[in-house]
């Protein structure tokens, strides 16, 4: 799967979707995807991400709390 880097722009694989799906990392492996040559994997905040289309993440991704009503 490929995320968007909010401030670069740049695309940034995500290595392992579990990862992502759970509220309660707030970090995720992933790589950068920027120049000719693979990337190392790097953990990478969550807050930083949203998807190329511009839209953030789900909140039951970022947030452990989703359930609770405000």
């Not at 740049?10 to 707030?26: A, K, T, W, Y």
């Not at 995720?28 to 990337?39: D, K, N, Y």
Request: aromatic content about 6%.
């Amino acid at each position: 799967m490929l995320l968007q880097d909010k401030q670069t722009g740049n695309l940034v694989e995500i290595l392992d979707l579990e990862e992502l799906f759970n509220p309660v990392q707030d970090a995720i492996h992933g790589r950068v995807q920027s120049g000719q040559e693979e990337q190392d994997p790097e953990p990478i905040s969550k807050n930083t991400l949203l998807f190329p289309s511009g839209e953030s993440l789900p909140r039951c991704w970022t947030d452990a709390d989703y359930h609770s009503v405000d």
